[in-house]
C-alpha cells in the first residue's frame, strides 16, 4: 500500500484543537524479556536470570519527560515494582501517575477470574509498598481484555479500579483486540460499580490503520503517528499514545529462538525510537491519562 507522506496531506492546518486537549502519554513498564512476544521462549521461572535494562531504561525516559515538560501514566508491572522500589519512587516524585500492568505479565484470556484477581492484587500490593500509592488504573498485558476476558472488568471494579485502558477497538492482531468496542473514552458498567475505559487508539490514514504507540510507532514514519495524533485533534477527542522503556533501547540482548513474526515486531525501529519520541513530544501536547480524561 502506498501512503502519502507529503504533510500537508497528513496534517491538515484547518481545525485547531481546544485549548484544553491533551493526549494521554503512557508507559507500560516492564522489561525486553517479559514480552508476550517472547513469552514461549523466556519461562517466568527464567526471569531472575536476565540482565536486567527496565531501571536505566525507564531511568531515561523520566529524563526525556524532564526535558519536554510532560507528565504521562506508568503502567507498571508489580514484579519490576517489587525488585526495583526506588524505581516506582522516582517515577512517582517526578509526578507521574502510578498505574498496574499486572503482576507477571499474563495474558488476561489465559487466566481463570481467580489466577486474575490475585495477580493484579500482587501487583497493587507490590507498587504500594514502593511507593506507598495505591493504583486505581490498569492496562492489562498485551491489550488482553477482549470479548472473552470482559469478566476481567467486575474483577477490576471490585479491588478499586477506576479507569481502565486495555480494550484495543481494531481488529487483525492475533494476540489482542476487540473490534466492535467504542472508540473514545467511556464508561463500562460492572458489578462493583463503573469504570472509565480509555482504549488504546488508532486512525485511519489513507486506507491504512494507524495504531498510535509501540511497535506501530517504531514500524511507520513518525510523521504518520503524529498525523493519527491530529486526526483526534480535528475531532477534538484526546488520543492514547503507549510506549515501553525496552523501545528506547537498542543494544538490549536478543532472545534467541523467537520466530521472525516475533523478532521483527520487537526489534524493528529501536535505534530511532528516543529521537522519534522527543520529536513527538514536541509536537502535540501530552499529559497523564486522568488529566487527559478531565478529571
Ligand atoms: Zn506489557
Known amino acids: 500500500m502506498t501512503i502519502n507522506l507529503d504533510p500537508q496531506h497528513l496534517t491538515p492546518a484547518s481545525s485547531a484543537p481546544s485549548v484544553d486537549l491533551c493526549h494521554a502519554l503512557s508507559v507500560d513498564v516492564e522489561d525486553y524479556f517479559q514480552v508476550s512476544a517472547f513469552e514461549g521462549r523466556v519461562s517466568r521461572k527464567t526471569w531472575e536470570t536476565y540482565e536486567c ?3 536505566a531504561n525507564t531511568d531515561r525516559m523520566l529524563s526525556l519527560f524532564d526535558q519536554c515538560q510532560v507528565r504521562g501514566t506508568f503502567f507498571i508491572l508489580g514484579w519490576v515494582a517489587e525488585r526495583y522500589p526506588g524505581l516506582v519512587s522516582r517515577i512517582a516524585q517526578s509526578g507521574h501517575e502510578i498505574a498496574s500492568h499486572g503482576y507477571w505479565h499474563r495474558l488476561v484470556y489465559d487466566l481463570t477470574p481467580e489466577q486474575f484477581a490475585s495477580d493484579i492484587a500482587d501487583s497493587v500490593e507490590a507498587i504500594h509498598n514502593a511507593c506507598g500509592i495505591r493504583a486505581t488504573a490498569y492496562r492489562a498485558p498485551s491489550f488482553s481484555i477482549v470479548e472473552r476476558s470482559l469478566w476481567a472488568l467486575d474483577i477490576l471494579a471490585e479491588q478499586g479500579f477506576t479507569t481502565d485502558s486495555s480494550i484495543f477497538p481494531i481488529s487483525g492482531h492475533d494476540r489482542y483486540g476487540m473490534p466492535g468496542a467504542k472508540k473514545e473514552i467511556h464508561t463500562l458498567p460492572t458489578a462493583h460499580g463503573d469504570l472509565v475505559e480509555f482504549p488504546p487508539t488508532a486512525s485511519k490514514i489513507g486506507g491504512l490503520t494507524v495504531p498510535i504507540g509501540g511497535g506501530y510507532f517504531r514500524l511507520f514514519p513518525r ?4 498525523a493519527a495524533i491530529t486526526q483526534h485533534e ?7 499514545f503507549y510506549i515501553h522503556p525496552w523501545e528506547i533501547d537498542p543494544h538490549q540482548p536478543r532472545i534467541q529462538g523467537a520466530g521472525a513474526k516475533s523478532r521483527f515486531r520487537h526489534y524493528v525501529g529501536l535505534a530511532r525510537t528516543e529521537q522519534k519520541l522527543r520529536r513527538l513530544l514536541q509536537t502535540h501536547r501530552f499529559a497523564t491519562m486522568e488529566e487527559a480524561i478531565g478529571r
Not at 510523521?223 to 503524529?226: I, V
Not at 480535528?234 to 492514547?240: F, K, Q, S, T
Open 223 to 226: 510523521q504518520l503517528t503524529s
Open 53 to 55: 535494562r527496565v531501571e
Open 234 to 240: 480535528r475531532l477534538n477527542r484526546p488520543a492514547m
